[in-house]
């Protein structure tokens, strides 16, 4: 394994997670007493960049393209968080109804939906054809492939090339840049621009967010190791925006080099990561001691709760849980179940731990006496909407940062 970016051959582990199943790989009833293959998962830094990445890549096929349960911004606040991203880039790059955006692993299409409301062309890439499916049956052009010159061809051939391309927690799930890189100079027009959001490693490493380490989600994203690869293929980032989407993201805007103007704020934290994500520094070199005392908290406290007869659910069942789960080792020995929204996952099992899911009405009927937040980052709008389990005496349990009783 060498490095993604820079293509140094010594990978430092600074996490070691274990033996997990992939993260979204949720089971059939039929499938329970098959057997579940673990890969490791280890966070390392690059010796020569700095780039935070994992040492093992699972093929793509097995994590996309098998029955892959995931839909993205089912939450209100996921919805905002796209439209207002739409309206946003629309605006600053003066796009109007001439202008084709292309969404990379567009999942099924709440972005581009958005930037259609907005008056632009719409184009969506993705893998998962059961997601696809949906995709182009509320209307979303979606082509079913993992992002490829031949893929880049058929948009280039039927729309011209793209104003702006987007990748929304999908760069950092990309193993070969270089040959995005490649794709995106077929793709964009000379002027255009690429931007991408993922999770800032910067939060992840300050908010002890280990949950958010999976196997989709081989790099973790900086901003100062990115700067001399983007620079290999003359482009620059020119601009970044934070938000507070899934824990703390970042949002990066890339053009040909001297272009644009790159902003201050860029700068600013690009001169800041020097010192924070160091390898030597206490951010750093404390994380999987803190991740340890994290899980040591967390299942002392759930062991205590049934030890006093209380029951126990897990609310929501995205990715990051399954991290959480199979680590920590909290299966049905200390969760009855777990509930979900999403129509994908309702009926099956969680991967590893075999846990039943089950739809979020499943709360309030059964009224277990905690419910821990395996999505703790839309803590607010799932408290808020379990408002009745709630006053009915139940108690929510937040395990990110470090785990605490919501009363």
């Known amino acids: 394994m060498k490095c993604r970016l820079c293509e140094s051959q010594v990978l430092r582990p600074i996490l070691d997670l274990g033996f997990t199943p992939p993260a979204d790989q949720f089971l059939h009833e039929t499938q329970l007493c098959d057997p579940e293959v673990y890969y490791p998962l280890r966070l390392c830094l690059c010796a020569g960049c ?69 008056g632009v062309r719409i184009q969506g890439v993705d893998p998962a054809p059961n997601i696809v499916k949906i995709a182009q049956d509320d209307g979303i052009d979606t082509i079913c492939d993992f992002i490829s010159m031949g893929a880049v061809d058929r948009i280039v051939g039927n729309k011209g090339r793209a104003s702006l391309v987007t990748a929304t927690n999908v760069f950092a799930h990309i193993d070969d840049l270089d040959a995005l890189m490649a794709v995106l100079a077929r793709l964009l027009k000379d002027d255009g621009v690429f931007v991408f959001e993922a999770p800032y490693f910067l939060h992840l490493l300050e908010m002890n967010e280990y949950d958010t380490i999976y196997h989709e989600h081989l790099s973790y994203i900086a901003l100062r190791p990115l700067v001399p690869f983007f620079e290999k293929f003359n482009l620059e980032i020119f601009d ?52 340890a005392k994290n899980r040591a908290d967390l299942t002392w406290l759930l062991h205590s709760l049934k030890q006093q007869g209380k029951t126990i659910a897990g609310v929501s069942a995205p990715a990051k849980g399954m991290t959480l789960l199979n680590y920590c080792g909290i299966g049905r020995g200390l969760l009855d179940f777990v509930t979900e929204k999403s129509r994908l996952k309702i009926g099956r099992y969680t991967p590893g731990t075999h846990l039943p899911v089950l739809g979020d009405e499943a709360l309030t009927k059964r009224r277990p006496d905690y419910a821990l937040l395996l999505a703790w980052n839309f803590a607010d709008e799932i408290i808020k909407n379990l408002e009745g389990y709630r006053k009915a005496g139940g108690r929510f349990i937040v395990p990110i940062p470090s785990p605490r009783i919501v009363e």
């Open 50 to 118: 700095n780039f935070a990445q994992l040492d093992h890549v699972v093929d793509p096929r097995i994590l996309y393209q098998n029955d892959y349960p995931y839909e993205a911004s089912i939450t209100r606040a996921g919805h905002a968080h796209w439209k207002s991203f739409a309206k946003s880039a629309v605006s600053r790059l003066k796009l109007n109804s001439s202008d084709l955006v292309v969404d990379i692993g567009s999942n099924v299409g709440v972005l581009l939906a958005a930037f259609r409301d907005e």
């Open 240 to 291: 970044i925006e934070e938000a507070d989407i899934h824990g703390g993201s970042i949002r990066v805007y890339i053009g040909k080099s001297f272009q644009r103007p790159v902003s201050t704020r860029f700068k600013e934290l690009v001169a800041a990561e020097a010192e924070t994500l160091k390898p030597t520094a206490p951010l750093v070199t404390s994380f999987a001691e803190r991740v």
